[in-house]
C-alpha cells in the first residue's frame, strides 16, 4: 500500500529483524535488502510462512538499488544492523556508509527521516563516527532507540547480534536524522 510509511534495511540477512518488527507495525511496509542469496531466499520464505502481508525482500546491492531505483523522499527509516565491517584498509570502499552513500540516503529518506547504525566493530564504528561528523550538514546525530521487536538486554535483535552478545562484544549505536 503505498499510502503507508515504508521502511527500508540494508542487510537483512535472514530477515530476523523483519520479521519481528513488520508484526508490530502491520501498518507499515518494509523492504529488506540482501546481497547474500541464501539469506535472501531464507528470509523470504520467513516472510511467506509467518503470512506477513507489508514486507518483502530484495536480493542485491542496497546502495546500488537506492543510487538508481528509489524516489526522493520515499522512506521514513533506513535500518543498517552489523554491516560487514570489511576490515582490511583495501576493502573500505566495500562498507555500506560512505560519504556518497550518506547523501543517497539523505536523498531517499522524507523530512526528519531517519538512519539508524548498529555496529559490534570497533573500526567500523570509528569509520561511522567520521563519515557521521563529517555530513552534519545533511544529518543531525541523535541517541539510537531499540525498536519495540528487541528482547530485553538487545539493542535490534538480530541473529547476528545474538550471536556477538554470546561472544560478549560490545555494541554501539545512533540515529543520523534528516535535516530539512
Known amino acids: 500500500d503505498p499510502s503507508l510509511p515504508f521502511e527500508l534495511e540494508i542487510g537483512s540477512g535472514k530477515g530476523t529483524f523483519l520479521v519481528q518488527q513488520s508484526k508490530l507495525q502491520p501498518k507499515t ?7 547474500a542469496a ?6 523470504a520464505d520467513r516472510f511467506r510462512r509467518h ?4 514486507v518483502r525482500m530484495l536480493l542485491g546491492d542496497g546502495v546500488e538499488f537506492i543510487k538508481h531505483w528509489c524516489p526522493d523522499g520515499i522512506a521514513d527509516v533506513i ?6 565491517p570489511w576490515p582490511k584498509s583495501r576493502h573500505h ?11 543517497q540516503f539523505h536523498r531517499l529518506l522524507s523530512p526528519g527521516g ?11 564504528w570509528s569509520w561511522y563516527e567520521q563519515h557521521a561528523a563529517g555530513n552534519m550538514a545533511l544529518f543531525d546525530r541523535s541517541e539510537f ?8 538486554e ?10 556477538f552478545m554470546a561472544e560478549g562484544r560490545n555494541f554501539r549505536s545512533m540515529t543520523l536524522v534528516k535535516k530539512n
Open 29 to 35: 511496509n518494509f523492504l529488506g535488502i540482501e546481497w
Open 38 to 43: 541464501a539469506y535472501a531466499h531464507h528470509a
Open 51 to 54: 503470512q506477513l502481508t507489508n
Open 79 to 84: 535500518h543498517l544492523y552489523f554491516s560487514d
Open 93 to 103: 570502499k566495500r562498507r555500506v556508509v560512505q560519504d556518497a552513500s550518506l547523501m
Open 114 to 124: 531517519e538512519l539508524h547504525l548498529v555496529t559490534d566493530h570497533d573500526d567500523l
Open 145 to 152: 532507540n531499540s525498536p519495540d521487536s528487541a528482547g530485553e
Open 154 to 163: 538487545e539493542v535490534v535483535g538480530t541473529n547476528f547480534e545474538r550471536k
